[in-house]
C-alpha cells in the first residue's frame, strides 16, 4: 500500500487551478474551445485569485494560496487550442510551497478536416482533442496527464459557449521521480459553459467547467468544479470585456484522487484581458 505522501499527486487534472479553475472573458473559453471562434482568432489574460481554506495532504490546517493564471484560446482554418498555466504561492500552513501547473488542449474540427457540416440539433460541431496537463511543487508531487478524447461543441441559447469534453484519462504521475501509484487509464468528462447575462444594465457572466473523473489505481474517483461569478468592470468605463472582478467557488471532492481530502470554499478573483 503506498503512502498518503507517494498519493498527492493522485490525478489532478484541473482545467485552470484553478481549471481553475478551467476561463477567459467575452467571446472566450474556460477549461475547453469556444463556439466556433473565427479563424486567426487569439485572446490572452491574466487571473489572479486568492483563498484562505484549501485542504492538502499532510496538514489539518487551512491553507492560503495566492494563484496567479495565464490562460490563452486560439483558432486557425482547421481547429483551435485553449493553453493555461498557474503558478501557486502556499502559506506556512503548506510549508510556503511553490507550485507550477499548466494544461494544453489542442483540437481539430471533425466538420472542417472533413468538409462535412456534423451539425444536428443542439449539436454545433465536434472535434478531436488530444489534452496535456503538467506540474511540479516544491514538496514532492509532478502531476502528468495525457488526455486524448472528444469535444461537443453545443448550441444552447443564452451562453456564449457550452461544450461537452470526453477523454481517456492516462495518469503518468510521479512523486519525488517515482510512479505515483495511479500509473492507469480511466475517463474524463468535462462539462464547461459561460453565460452572460445583465441586472440593471451590470454585465455579468457565470462561467465554469467540471471534470468527473474516474478511479484508477489508488486514486479515488474526483469531482472538481470551479464555477465563478463575474462583473464586466470595464463595461462601466465603456470599455467592456477588459476588466472583471468576481467570486470562484472550488469543490473539489476526493482531491489529488485520496479519499479523506476534500474541500469547498470561495475565492476572490480579478481578470484582465490583454
Given at each position: 500500500m503506498m503512502s498518503e505522501k507517494n498519493r498527492t499527486t493522485g490525478c489532478k487534472a484541473v482545467a485552470k487551478f484553478g481549471t481553475a479553475a478551467v476561463l477567459l472573458a467575452a467571446s472566450t473559453l474556460v477549461h475547453a474551445q469556444a463556439e466556433s471562434p473565427p479563424q486567426g482568432f487569439s485572446s490572452w489574460n491574466f487571473q489572479l485569485a486568492y483563498g484562505t481554506e484549501f485542504h492538502e495532504p499532510g496538514t489539518a490546517r487551512d491553507v492560503a494560496k495566492t494563484i496567479g493564471t495565464f490562460e490563452n484560446a486560439s483558432a486557425w482554418s482547421w481547429g483551435s487550442s485553449y493553453f493555461f498555466l498557474d503558478i501557486l504561492q502556499s502559506d506556512r500552513n503548506d510549508r510556503h510551497a511553490r507550485e507550477i501547473y499548466g494544461e494544453w488542449y489542442p483540437s481539430a474540427s471533425l466538420s472542417k478536416l472533413s468538409r462535412t457540416s456534423l451539425s444536428a440539433g443542439v449539436l454545433r460541431d465536434v472535434s478531436a482533442t488530444f489534452g496535456v496537463s503538467a506540474g511540479s511543487k516544491t514538496t514532492g508531487p509532478?502531476?502528468?496527464?495525457?488526455?486524448?478524447?472528444?469535444?461537443?461543441?453545443?448550441?444552447?441559447?443564452?451562453?456564449?459557449?457550452?461544450?461537452?469534453?470526453?477523454?481517456?484519462?492516462?495518469?503518468?504521475?510521479?512523486?519525488?521521480?517515482?510512479?505515483?501509484?495511479?500509473?492507469?487509464?480511466?475517463?474524463?468528462?468535462?462539462?464547461?459553459?459561460?453565460?452572460?447575462?445583465?441586472?440593471?444594465?451590470?454585465?455579468?457572466?457565470?462561467?465554469?467547467?467540471?471534470?468527473?473523473?474516474?478511479?484508477?489505481?489508488?486514486?479515488?474517483?474526483?469531482?472538481?468544479?470551479?464555477?465563478?461569478?463575474?462583473?464586466?468592470?470595464?463595461?462601466?468605463?465603456?470599455?467592456?470585456?477588459?476588466?472583471?472582478?468576481?467570486?470562484?467557488?472550488?469543490?473539489?471532492?476526493?482531491?489529488?484522487?485520496?479519499?479523506?481530502?476534500?474541500?469547498?470554499?470561495?475565492?476572490?478573483?480579478?481578470?484582465?484581458?490583454?
Open positions: 509532478a502531476p502528468m496527464v495525457f488526455m486524448p478524447g472528444l469535444t461537443f461543441d453545443l448550441k444552447l441559447p443564452g451562453f456564449n459557449f457550452f461544450t461537452l469534453g470526453a477523454f481517456a484519462y492516462v495518469d503518468r504521475g510521479r512523486v519525488s521521480g517515482v510512479d505515483n501509484g495511479c500509473h492507469s487509464t480511466s475517463y474524463q468528462v468535462t462539462p464547461a459553459w459561460s453565460l452572460p447575462f445583465s441586472i440593471g444594465g451590470v454585465k455579468l457572466s457565470f462561467d465554469g467547467f467540471a471534470d468527473f473523473i474516474g478511479s484508477h489505481g489508488h486514486c479515488a474517483r474526483q469531482l472538481l468544479t470551479q464555477p465563478q461569478l463575474k462583473v464586466d468592470l470595464g463595461a462601466l468605463r465603456a470599455k467592456p470585456g477588459k476588466l472583471y472582478v468576481g467570486v470562484e467557488w472550488q469543490r473539489w471532492e476526493n482531491k489529488y484522487g485520496i479519499a479523506s481530502v476534500d474541500e469547498s470554499l470561495p475565492q476572490l478573483l480579478a481578470q484582465w484581458v490583454f
